[in-house]
């Protein structure tokens, strides 16, 4: 990005409305994973206590009237707009869930590591990638059979897996290791372990800049790497405890949730300025974003509800 577009995008971005937090919908009790179908304009929350997932209109952002039941502990949720399949971890169970969206029915269990977390779709490779939080690898699931064919060894706690398909490239945090895997999508072999802040949870990419950005739980940071080489090329203050982090298509903006002190906050990562930080409810964990609306859905673990933000035009 050149000196002068940065200048005015800075100048553009505050010059507009900060976001703000329009509704909170009760839910489950304990919210981790979403997962959000623009087409059918639905919310899907998993429930790391009852086992069941939350659906929600969000053209009414009201609860259908009945939950999905799946499993025991549910964590990571992915979604499958083309093949109308939502993909639910089962953490307790060691097991990914296939559920029918037209039906909520299963259509199949997949066996995967000791506690199953992040979900991650390739539509191009036809592969479904899960972190196994429990056994420190990541399950390469073929998407047509519903099969394992390969597990790949990560570092300790792997939550979230980044597909960059432009550079062939996966990357995968490493909670307990302070890292994250660099994995090449054709050989399935990791290149590169590179050192971020402490307790890396959500990564989020940003094609347009090449950057990845890891939010570190236990040294209120974000790391930010240069994709192109791959390296750690610098550091952005955050909240207390930031766990999930999406970017906005529609602005460019980072949301991060603070974990530690129930804020979401809003940042410009061309200059690293906070742009808002919004209130939420008790612990928000999990982030998921609907570029076409101007959303982000908040999952808020301890406070059994999901906070919903609105940009502004």
Not at 17 to 30: L, N
């Amino acid at each position: 990005m050149n000196l002068v577009f940065g200048v005015f995008l800075a100048a553009l971005l505050a010059a507009a409305p900060a976001p703000v937090v329009t509704t909170t919908v009760p839910v489950d009790r304990d919210p981790t994973g979403l997962a959000v179908d623009t087409a059918a304009h639905r919310l899907y929350v998993a429930s790391f206590r009852t086992g069941a997932v939350t659906v929600i209109d969000t053209t009414t952002d009201l609860p259908l009237a009945d939950t999905l039941p799946v499993g025991d502990v549910l964590s990571g949720l992915a979604i499958d707009p083309a093949g109308r399949r939502l993909y639910v971890a089962d953490a307790a169970a060691g097991t990914l869930t296939l559920l029918n969206l037209e039906t909520g029915a299963p259509a199949a269990a997949i066996d995967t590591g000791d506690a199953p977390y992040g979900i991650t779709l390739d539509p191009t490779a036809k592969r479904i990638y899960v972190t196994n939080y429990g056994s420190a690898s990541l399950s390469v699931i073929d998407a047509a059979t519903n099969r394992v064919t390969t597990t790949v060894k990560t570092g300790e706690q792997p939550v979230t897996t980044v597909l960059d398909e432009a550079a062939g490239r996966l990357y995968v945090t490493n909670e307990a290791s302070n890292s994250v895997s660099v994995i090449d999508r054709a050989s399935l072999q990791v290149t590169q372990t590179l050192t971020v802040g402490k307790a890396p949870f959500g990564a989020v990419l940003d094609p347009k800049s090449q950057r990845l950005y890891v939010a570190n739980g236990q040294d209120s940071t974000i790391s930010v790497i240069d994709t192109t080489q791959p390296a750690v090329v610098d550091t952005i203050a955050a909240g207390q405890r930031p766990q999930g982090i999406v970017i906005s298509p529609r602005t460019g903006l980072l949301y991060v949730a603070n974990r530690g002190e129930g804020t979401v906050s809003v940042i410009d990562p061309a200059n690293k300025a906070p742009v808002a930080r919004l209130e939420v409810e008790k612990s928000p964990l999990v982030l998921a974003v609907d570029g076409d609306a101007g959303r982000v859905y908040v999952s808020n673990n301890d406070a059994a509800s999901v906070s919903i933000i609105q940009e502004q035009p």
